[in-house]
């Protein structure tokens, strides 16, 4: 079994993932600001604050895999994207693989077509910032990082998230940057991501690519 250290462990995707890992007997620790009213069985659940270098470096010491889970909202709006290249340092100074929650519109329609990102018109406007910004880690920051770093971007369906939670149904389909379902966006629930996102993991089978999970 690996040890996976999950930053953002206790968000809607990192709790689903830590869940997920857990039930497989995985060493799981979850790192975030604050600590779960309900805890899974087994986890290690760590305090702190994403902007703490040492205390990141501490969480990520020794793991076999480290997952991104945080959305750029509160406290790390701003710095979202420096806390991400300073994880994906600590990942590779680790000798680490680094998984990373991604969003529907980092995806493209088709085959080398220009990212949804581009065209936010489906989008309400004060999500606008939010989608920009994690585009920009599979765009332009992932691919900057040193060939030693090996990291999968792992984009949702367009439906996913605490608003449409779902139904596990023990079923997904795996595709790259390309949408599965680029009409609608499809959906997934947040366990069939997370069940997805840890077979990923365990797999080992993609290397600095960009993946999308939908039914």
Same mark, same amino acid.
């Given at each position: 079994m690996s040890r996976i250290t999950v930053i953002g462990g206790t968000g809607y995707a990192g709790s689903a993932i830590v869940a997920e890992a857990a039930s497989r007997g995985?060493?799981?620790t979850a790192f975030s600001r604050s600590l779960p009213e309900s805890r899974v069985d087994g986890v290690t659940y760590v305090q702190g604050d994403v902007s703490d270098e040492p205390a990141v470096s501490a969480a990520?010491? $020794? !793991?076999?895999?480290v997952v991104g889970a945080l959305s750029p909202? $509160? !406290?790390i709006a701003d710095s979202f994207r420096d806390v991400y290249r300073a994880i994906a340092r600590l990942a590779d100074a680790a000798h680490a693989p680094f998984f990373i929650v991604g969003g529907y519109s980092s995806l493209r329609?088709?085959?080398g077509?220009?990212?949804?990102?581009?065209?936010?018109?489906h989008a309400p406007e004060e999500f606008h910032a939010e989608l920009t910004t994690v585009s920009a880690l599979v765009a332009d920051d992932l691919p900057a990082t040193p060939a030693t770093l090996d990291w999968v971007f792992v984009s949702p369906a367009g439906k996913f998230g605490s608003y449409v939670p779902g139904e596990r149904l023990g079923r997904y389909r795996v595709g790259d940057d390309v949408a599965l379902q680029p009409d609608d966006g499809g959906?997934?629930?947040g366990a069939d991501y997370a069940l997805g996102f840890v077979d990923i993991i365990e797999q080992r089978s993609h290397h600095r690519a960009h993946l999308n999970l939908a039914y």
């Open positions: 995985h060493e799981v990520i010491g $020794g !793991a076999d895999a909202r $509160g !406290a329609p088709a085959p077509a220009p990212r949804f990102v581009t065209d936010l018109s959906e997934i629930s």
